[in-house]
Structures are given as C-alpha cells and as structure tokens.
C-alpha cells in the first residue's frame, strides 16, 4: 500500500473540498436559475422550459467535462459556467417592477395623501363591500385624520397556510372615527395567483393598501374563513404617531417607484419592522419570528408589548376573532363601525 504523507494528504482533501465546492455551486446556482425561468416565463411557456432543459444539460455536461479532465481544462470549465451564469443573472437583475401592468381592482389604486401639520388626508383608501361568494362591490374613500387623535395600535395576524406563516397588518385607533388598517400586499394582476415560491422570483410587485377594517380583515375572516387574530400592543403615543408617518413614506416611496414583494426579505412582516426600526432602531431586536411570522404574537408577547397579566395562551383565546365575526354576520347591523367594535369585544386592555 502506498503511504502519502499528512501535507500529500491535506493538498487531495483541499483539492477533494474545492471539486465538491464547485459541484455544489454549480447544482445550486442551476437550480435557482431553473426556477426562476419556470416562475418567469420569458421567452413563453414552452421556449422557457426548452431552455431550462437545455440549461440543465449545458451544467450537467461542464460538470462531466470537469471530473474528466478531457477537452479543456478545469480552469477553462470554471470560467465558462461562471460567463454563462453571470448572463443569467444580468438578465434576472434586469427585469423591473412595474406601475402599468392590468392590477387585480384590489389593488388597482395606490394610497395617496396630502398633509398639513397632523392633519392628513387619505386617497384612494379602500372599502369595498364584499359577499359571500368572493365578489365585492368597489368602493374607494378619502379620510381625513389628525395624526393626534391616534389612541391605539393593534396588531392583526391571519393565518391561511398553517401556524407557521401569517400575514400581517396593523390597525390604528382613533379618538374621533373608525379604526383604519394598512397592509403590505402583493400587487396581483387580473386572474393571477400568489405563489411563496414565486414570491422569490421578482414575480409581484408591492403594494400598501389603506383600508377600512369591514374590508380587509372582513374578507379574511368571514369571506376566506382565514384565522384572524387582533392584539392590542403598547405603544408611546409619539410612536404611534411616528409608525404612521412611515407609513405615509412608504406609500410616497411605492407612487415613486414600483418595488418587488420578496416571500423572505420584503413581505407583510419584515417592513413593518423596518418602519419600526427607523422610528426606534433599539425598539425590535432581531428575531426568527419576523421570518416565521405566525408567530409574531408571541415575540410581541416576549417584548411585553402585549398585557402581562394573561399568559400567550390567554392572549390567543382572546384575540381569535372569528367567533365574534360569525356573530357580526347574523346581526342586522352590518356598520363597519359596529364591525369593529364586535372584534374588539372582550380584548384586554391596553396597560
């Protein structure tokens, strides 16, 4: 038997891990760019998948030529995969959001608003009256708000694809009107679906809807029959106030310039966070719970954002809100106002 030495040994296993290295880039990076030819479609349904096989063969054959070590070197084999790959990502990177496209009439509108000192008018929010059968009747209102009157927070979970994943949204209270709701949603054109995994793929564009609370937490949990949750979260006044600026900026920066949902890094969640972030870079420490976001009550619970004197357990019973939103619907009442205060009913108290 041949013995080779300890450096011998360790020059073939670091030759042995760059080989394994590569061949992991290479499987990674082919599979990422398959999937977002197949989520993309850029050259139609069926040249996109040609491409994708003829891509999966064009990898599969450098990585033969690459253990080989016949027709060209290992060298050469490296750069040509990276060349081709660097295109790939060229044409990824340039693919832009979009203000034209023919929107989803949910989200056909952008908010808008003009303001003078803390008094602020809405445009373009929404408040559609919406049936039993997944229709709705369009309806967009101005509101007129002064930034004072701000009196609470609440933080709206809905769940729809297991424990793990919510969307989430936040409800302001006010001293003088109805609550109003914002929601960061994907912007789907007319007869599209959401995809998570589409969501990684510059497929949607984002949207921030400001919405009457009989709209988009109705349709959650009495037209989708999603599980919609509705916490009460402490706040400084100065920061509700703060948030809802941010807000406001972010529907400036969407008018502006049309960005990308992203299902990880840019979704209902995380910018949430970063608006809170930029009002109070100390307030939120970073968490897995913003990616997990089903279960943002419970790291809202750990900050103490919510009341102490009932257990996460407790906080869960009582913020469920379909029960009470069932109620609603056998009333002859159907105010968005009395909505509101049915969802509410029972809630602990802000301390």
């Not at 060298?75 to 989803?104: G, H, K, M, P």
């Not at 960005?259 to 990880?264: R, S």
Request: proline letters at 3%; hydrophobic letters at 40%; glycine letters at 4%.
């Amino acid at each position: 038997m041949h013995n080779i030495g300890s450096r011998e040994f360790f020059i073939a296993l670091g030759i042995g891990l760059l080989h394994g290295l590569f061949t992991l880039c290479v499987v990674l990076s082919s599979v990422w760019l398959c999937l977002a030819l197949w989520i993309q479609q850029p050259l139609g349904t069926f040249f996109s998948r040609v491409t994708i096989v003829l891509w999966s063969l064009f990898a599969l054959s450098l990585l033969g030529v690459y253990f080989s070590g016949h027709l060209i070197s290992r060298r050469t084999d490296i750069i040509i995969y990276c060349v081709a790959f660097a295109c790939s990502l060229f044409w990824y990177f340039s693919i832009e959001a979009r203000q034209d496209r023919d929107w989803n009439p949910e989200v056909a509108e952008q908010l808008s608003y003009s303001k003078q000192g803390d008094l602020v008018s809405l445009h373009k929010v929404r408040n559609f009256d919406w049936h039993a059968d997944g229709t709705y009747d369009i309806r967009w209102e101005d509101r007129n708000i002064d930034l004072n009157k701000i009196t609470g927070i609440n933080v709206i979970t809905s769940y729809w694809m297991g424990p793990q994943i919510a969307h989430t949204l936040v409800s302001f209270d006010f001293a003088d009107q109805k609550p109003l709701v914002f929601s960061i949603e994907i912007r789907k054109e007319k007869g599209e679906d959401f995809s998570a995994i589409g969501g990684f793929f510059r497929k949607y564009e984002l949207s921030l809807v400001a919405s009457d609370e009989k709209d988009i937490v109705y349709t959650r949990s009495n037209i989708r029959h999603e599980q919609v949750y509705l916490f009460p979260v402490k706040m400084p006044a100065a920061e509700r106030k703060a948030l809802f600026i941010e807000y406001l900026k972010q529907a400036d920066e969407l008018r502006g310039e049309a960005k990308w949902y992203n299902t990880l890094t840019s979704n209902c969640t995380t910018l949430v966070f970063d608006m809170v972030q930029a009002i109070n870079p100390q307030k939120l420490p970073k968490d897995y719970r913003l990616l997990a976001s089903g279960y943002l009550p419970n790291y809202l619970y750990d900050l103490k954002a919510l009341n102490q004197n009932y257990s996460i357990n407790e906080w869960y019973r009582l913020a469920h809100i379909n029960p009470r939103a069932e109620q609603y619907d056998q009333q002859s009442n159907k105010s968005s106002e009395y909505f509101s205060d049915v969802i509410r009913a029972g809630l602990p108290k802000v301390e």
